[in-house]
Nanobody, 120 residues
C-alpha cells in the first residue's frame, strides 16, 4: 500500500514562499486523489488543496490564488507551491492519498507531516 513522505517545510517571513513535496511509494500515486491538509495544535485538521487522478484541482478559500497543487506522476511526487504566505498559514502540513480517483471522500493514507512556520 502507498506510503507518503513529505519534505520542504521550514521557516519563512510573511509574503515569502515555500514548496512542499510528497513522495509516494508502494503504489502509483496517479490512481488516487492526492491532497494537502494542515493542522495547528488544538484544532481540527483542515483540507488545503486536492488533485484528482484526472488533474482536477480544489483549494480551500483561504489559499486560493496563493497556493498551487501539482503532481508529477512519473516521479510519483505531489507538490504544494505556497506563496504570499501569512502567519495563519503556520501549521503542520500533511500529504494524503486515496482511496478513490476522485476527492469525494476523505483520504485514508497520510504522511508524517512537515512543519511550515511564517514569521512576521
Amino acid at each position: 500500500h502507498v506510503q507518503l513522505v513529505e519534505s520542504g517545510g521550514g521557516s519563512v517571513q510573511v509574503g515569502g514562499s515555500l514548496r512542499l513535496s510528497c513522495v509516494a511509494s508502494g503504489d502509483t500515486m496517479g490512481r488516487y486523489c492526492m491532497g494537502w491538509f494542515r493542522q495547528i495544535p488544538d484544532k481540527e485538521r483542515e483540507g488545503v488543496a486536492g488533485i484528482e487522478s484526472d488533474g482536477t484541482t480544489f483549494y480551500a478559500d483561504s489559499v486560493k490564488g496563493r497556493f498551487t497543487i501539482s503532481k508529477d506522476n512519473a516521479k510519483n511526487t505531489l507538490y504544494l507551491q505556497m506563496g504570499d504566505l501569512k502567519p495563519d498559514d503556520t501549521a503542520m502540513y500533511y500529504c494524503a492519498a486515496g482511496p478513490l480517483r476522485s476527492c469525494s471522500v476523505l483520504p485514508n493514507k497520510w504522511g508524517q507531516g512537515t512543519q511550515a512556520t511564517v514569521t512576521s
